[in-house]
């Protein structure tokens, strides 16, 4: 009698859905890397960009159709750095582009989701850096905000990206503001990464405490 009681209660453990963002470069993948490395589920919705991105996907050839073929590679590959130039300059060509890629990007989430629950997995991390410009971050259980100041991310993105300053300056711009992000009224924890790897690893330990306790 034990074993099925213990399996119907198994299947109804709870899962709490979290939305991990953050501005370019203010160090949200590194929060991510260690949300996983203490049990959490990562959806990264970069990876599920390239994903549908890929050579030979309907999401690509729409693409090439409305952006025109120069924005492929020879070898039939998406030219990122190209076209991520092109959005940053023209907000019309980002929205064009986010009505292509976002619906296919969400379907997989969504089925990416419905696997997680099938698992029983307890907490699973959505990392989506343009949560608050293209989704509602209420459809979250949490949402959990990466923030650092304006010229930090500036010169991450020079220094580690290879950006010159002021492409870097016109993608940060590219994005809403942080400062609007953390007044959002729902359930938000703010990590600020204004310091060094391992103040932003305590702070997000916390963080990540304050979320799993949910669990218990």
Do not use: Y
Not at 40 to 60: H, N
Request: glycine letters at 6%; a neutral charge; charged letters at 25%.
């Amino acid at each position: 009698m034990g074993g099925p009681c213990s399996s119907a209660v198994a299947a109804v453990l709870p899962m709490i859905h979290v939305g991990l963002t953050g501005n370019v470069a203010a160090g949200k993948s590194s929060v991510a890397r260690l949300f996983q490395s203490w049990g959490a589920t990562i959806i990264d919705a970069d990876q599920l960009v390239r994903d549908v991105q890929a050579p030979g996907s309907s999401v690509l050839a729409e693409i090439g159709h409305a952006f025109g073929p120069d924005i492929l590679r020879p070898d039939g590959a998406l030219d990122r750095a190209g076209l991520r130039r092109r959005i940053v300059a023209d907000p019309q060509a980002r929205h064009r582009l986010e009505a292509i890629v976002h619906p296919a990007v969400q379907q997989r989430r969504e089925r990416l989701l419905e696997e997680a629950r099938r698992r029983s997995d307890r907490i699973v991390v959505s990392d989506i850096p343009l949560l608050f410009e293209v989704l509602d971050p209420a459809a979250f259980d949490a949402v959990v905000l990466v923030d650092a100041p304006d010229e930090a991310r500036v010169a991450r993105l020079v220094r580690d990206r290879g950006l010159d300053e002021a492409e870097a300056r016109q993608l940060a711009a590219s994005q809403l503001p942080s400062a609007g992000k953390r007044r959002w009224p729902g359930r938000l924890f703010i990590i600020d990464n204004d310091a060094d790897l391992a103040t932003l690893e305590t702070r997000a330990r916390d963080v990540w405490g304050r979320l799993t306790s949910t669990l218990d």
